[in-house]
T-cell receptor, first 112, second 114 residues
Framework: EADIYQTPRYLVIGTGKKITLECSQT?????MYWYQQDPGMELHLIHY???????EKGDLSSESTVSRIRTEHFPLTLESARPSHTSQYLC???????????FGSGTQLSVL | AQSVTQLGSHVSVSEGALVLLRCNYS??????LFWYVQYPNQGLQLLLK??????LVKGINGFEAEFKKSETSFHLTKPSAHMSDAAEYFC????????????FGTGTRLQVFP
């Protein structure tokens, strides 16, 4: 049912590299979100967007940045990756407020 | 602030047995409550939601949950477990002052044995 895509599925990179995690949805949803998920821990909201040119920081402080130039696209960028950034990153989108979130399959990032 | 506590990071049941996954919430205002499921290598999917209508909420795949204000609970149940129910289950509550942000619990991994 979900038409929200994240690439890459897995990413292993060295410290100091710049990376961009891609997230796209084809449902025309205005709201999009990035969550960070560590094993055995809560999902933490790190960024969200209510529409084009709208971005906000979430509850968990993150060194990553996001952009929303097009409705369907919400990429997340790390300018200089560090081992502490190792985590799973989940992208989601929604409509009609909070009724339902659609999640992508996630990107598992490992920074060596 | 709002929060969610899921009791038990791992739950194991036999196929055909009752499934009970516990979730307690804390909220200073009437909450919206959700259960999401994450199958291996997939994103989270909405199982069911409580948005101040009926307190007993039925979801997909035979799951249901009951909102109990007096106990601040929203436990997830299924009468008879199936092997395909093995997954990670997350309880979530809507944030005060911003219903567009969900606060998730730590998740419960359900294992189903034959």
């Amino acid at each position: 049912e979900a038409d929200i895509y994240q690439t890459p599925r897995y990413l292993v990179i060295g410290t100091g590299k710049k990376i961009t995690l891609e997230c796209s949805q084809t449902m025309g949803h205005d709201k999009m979100y990035w969550y960070q998920q560590d094993p055995g821990m809560e999902l933490h909201l790190i960024h969200y967007s209510y529409g084009v040119n709208s971005t906000e920081k979430g509850d968990l402080s993150s060194e990553s940045t996001v952009s929303r130039i097009r409705t369907e696209h919400f990429p997340l960028t790390l300018e200089s990756a560090r081992p502490s950034h190792t985590s799973q990153y989940l992208c989601a989108s929604s409509y009609r407020g909070l009724e339902k979130l659609f999640f992508g399959s996630g990107t598992q990032l490992s920074v060596l | 602030a709002q929060s969610v506590t899921q009791l038990g990071s791992h739950v194991s049941v036999s196929e055909g047995a009752l499934v009970l996954l516990r979730c307690n919430y804390s909220s200073s205002v009437p909450p919206y409550l959700f259960w999401y499921v994450q199958y291996p290598n997939q994103g989270l999917q909405l199982l069911l939601k409580y948005t101040s209508a009926a307190t007993l909420v039925k979801g997909i795949n035979g799951f249901e949950a009951e909102f109990k204000k007096s106990e601040t609970s929203f436990h997830l149940t299924k009468p008879s477990a199936h092997m395909s129910d093995a997954a990670e289950y997350f309880c979530a509550v809507s944030a005060v002052g911003n219903t567009d942000k969900l606060i998730f619990g730590t998740g419960t991994r359900l294992q189903v044995f034959p």
